[in-house]
């Protein structure tokens, strides 16, 4: 195994859609990793323009968007606003 690296986390009061939290959530579960290292993975491969998933996870995302009835996709990243709160 490589040599760890050191890094200094904060604590961060991010807002995201609820069921793609859910999705986020259960797949994190699935490869027994927190919820933060699942995150930081999925955003050091975007940043090298890498896919942070094999076959196997992305069929569990799809299993886990189908429960979750999640039907959002990356053509919906620009458009999505916050529901009113009235």
């Avoid at 094999?54 to 620009?78: F, T, V």
Wanted: without cysteine; negative net charge; hydrophobic residues 40%.
């Amino acid at each position: 195994m490589a040599d760890k690296l050191t890094v200094e986390r904060v604590q961060t009061g991010l807002r995201i859609e609820k069921r793609m939290l859910k999705v986020l959530k259960g797949l994190a579960e699935y490869h027994d990793m927190s919820l933060g290292d699942l995150v930081e993975g999925i955003v050091l491969h975007a940043f090298e323009g890498k896919s942070a998933f094999g076959d196997e996870s992305l069929a569990r995302i799809q299993d886990l968007k189908r429960i979750y009835g999640m039907e959002l996709e990356a053509k919906d990243a620009h458009r999505l606003q916050e529901a009113s709160s009235s």
